[in-house]
């Protein structure tokens, strides 16, 4: 068994938020909880992204807005978006790590875990929001293109819908962009069908699910939607947005996943890796805020990243009626993934 590469700098720490639940100690938790397992990882240092990797996303009035707003010593993006000053450094070293964790999957890496903050998935190419400054999943995304790649699948498991994501590659068919989220809830988007559009139609899957799904209900969702889909569209590298907060003892969502299921789903992730392109994957923290229950389920995705999958069974009927909901609004657009 290969080691997971895990990508990690102590300037994600310098991101100083104050008592906000987007905090440091939610990485070191989860730094704490990889010792003590004695996962099979090693270590990779990132370095910063450039700012002409973020402005593949972004828009330089923005990333200039954020740096100038840093060196003043800080501010907010919004009510929920905190800037000290040391974010810029952090948020553009957050981007370098998932753009690092791509480059490891394709330099030898079976799997890779960024583990960076601040998260990403809801900034906006103009707008931080969500605890979120730059989008570390997009910008890689990006990355993994320049290196020659052509289609990458984002799985984005977070219990909040991954607008920035699903908003930047909504017109490109070259990203399948697939979310379960839960609905409603912050940031209100994501339904079912918002499918694409310009010709990507299809190629965005979001899945939003009732407050109280667990388990069975998401691993019944990955089977039956994302498994068949991501197989016809046929990714030469998968990413994931990781965040743990659907966990059932997140203080910020109301699901009801256990740190298992966390990793049956990166389970699921991994067949889909192995069987479309050489099993390359790499994940970037989104969310997760009760830091014992983050820091389980980041450990049973690493295990499932290198085989080891716990066993979750069962069946949600309510699920199941979601999932026909789901496949009859996508059922127009099958043919595009041929």
């Known amino acids: 068994m290969k080691p997971t590469g895990i990508v990690y700098h ?22 704490d909880k990889i010792r003590t397992e004695r996962l099979p990882v090693e270590f990779i240092t990132p370095k910063q992204a450039t700012v002409e990797q973020v402005a593949s996303i972004h828009g330089h009035r923005y990333i200039d807005q954020v740096k100038d707003t840093c060196e003043q010593g800080g501010g907010h993006l919004d009510l929920d978006t905190v800037l000290s ?17 791509v480059d490891a999957v394709m330099d030898g890496f079976d ?13 906006m190419p103009n707008r931080g929001m969500g605890f979120c400054i730059f989008n570390n999943v997009a910008i890689a995304a990006r990355h993994a293109q320049s290196r020659g790649l052509k289609k990458v699948l984002i799985v984005d498991w977070d219990v909040h819908h991954g607008n920035g994501t699903n908003a930047i590659f909504y017109s490109d068919k070259s ?32 899945v939003p699910l009732p407050s109280g799904t667990g388990d069975e209900g998401f691993l019944m969702v990955f089977r039956e939607i994302l498994k068949p ?88 009927p309510g699920i199941a009626r979601r999932i026909e909901e789901v496949k009859k609004v996508q059922s127009a657009y099958w043919n595009c993934f041929r």
Not at 179 to 185: G, I, K, M, Y
Not at 233 to 255: N, Y
């Open 229 to 316: 889909v991501a197989l016809e569209f046929k990714p030469e590298i998968v990413l994931v947005s990781a965040g743990q907060d659907p966990h059932k003892a997140d203080p910020l969502g109301g699901m009801k996943l256990s740190s298992a299921g966390f990793g049956a789903l990166a389970g699921v992730v991994k067949e889909i890796a192995d069987v479309c392109c050489q099993g390359r994957l790499a994940a970037t923290l989104e969310g997760g805020y009760n830091l014992e229950a983050q820091a389980e389920a980041v450990v049973a995705e690493i295990k499932a990243f290198q085989g080891a999958v716990p066993d979750v069974r069962g069946m949600d």
């Open 10 to 31: 102590p300037v994600y720490l310098q991101h100083d938020t104050g008592s906000h639940p987007e905090r440091k100690e939610r990485l070191t938790v989860i730094l």
């Open 85 to 101: 000053r040391d974010s810029y450094d952090a948020a553009l070293m957050a981007a370098g790590g998932t753009i690092v964790a």
């Open 111 to 123: 799997s890779a875990f960024a583990l960076v903050r601040p998260p990403g998935h809801h900034a």
């Open 175 to 206: 990203v399948m962009y697939f979310s379960t989220h839960q609905f409603p809830h912050y940031p209100g988007t994501g339904r079912m069908t918002d499918v694409g559009t310009e010709g990507a139609e299809g190629t965005k899957v979001n």
